[in-house]
């Protein structure tokens, strides 16, 4: 019984290994294109990101004056025409137990550039708060 015991933990073993083999052949590593999710500095520099950004910014006004199917219909179409790019973009976010980058989906890529399509409109409204429109007095 012992010496089944060995070899079936030999197997799972053994068959754990290739497993890792596999994975780490189909590793994802993060390209110019690619949008990363998550928080801090180097995620919201990474040139992906940015590109998303502009990409809002220059959606804002048609955004802002859309009703609620419209603004779902401009931020699907953000995450249609970025996953179209050359190479495709990704929307990646980092596996807290593993490490690993893997792709968020198509509805989590459209909750972000919704969010960034709001932050652009947030920063046009900010932008109008502090003075920069050249308006009146206080």
């Known amino acids: 019984m012992a010496m089944m015991d060995q070899q079936l933990r030999r197997d799972e073993d053994r068959h754990d290994r290739q497993q890792d083999d596999h994975d780490s052949a189909h590793e994802i590593v993060p390209h110019h294109n ?24 220059a959606q804002r006004d048609t955004y802002r004056h859309s009703s609620k199917k419209g603004k779902s219909y401009i931020s699907r179409q953000i995450v249609s025409y970025v996953r179209g790019m050359d190479p495709p973009a990704r929307f990646l976010k980092k596996d ?19 969010q960034a399509l709001r932050d652009a409109v947030s920063a046009l409204h900010a932008g109008d708060k502090s003075g920069g429109g050249g308006g009146g007095g206080g």
């Open 34 to 57: 690619d949008i990363l999710l998550g928080r801090g500095g180097k995620n919201n520099q990474h040139v992906g990101n940015e590109q998303l950004r502009n990409l809002a910014r």
């Open 96 to 114: 807290s137990v593993t490490g690993r980058w893997v792709d968020v989906g198509d509805d989590i890529a459209r909750e972000k550039a919704a």
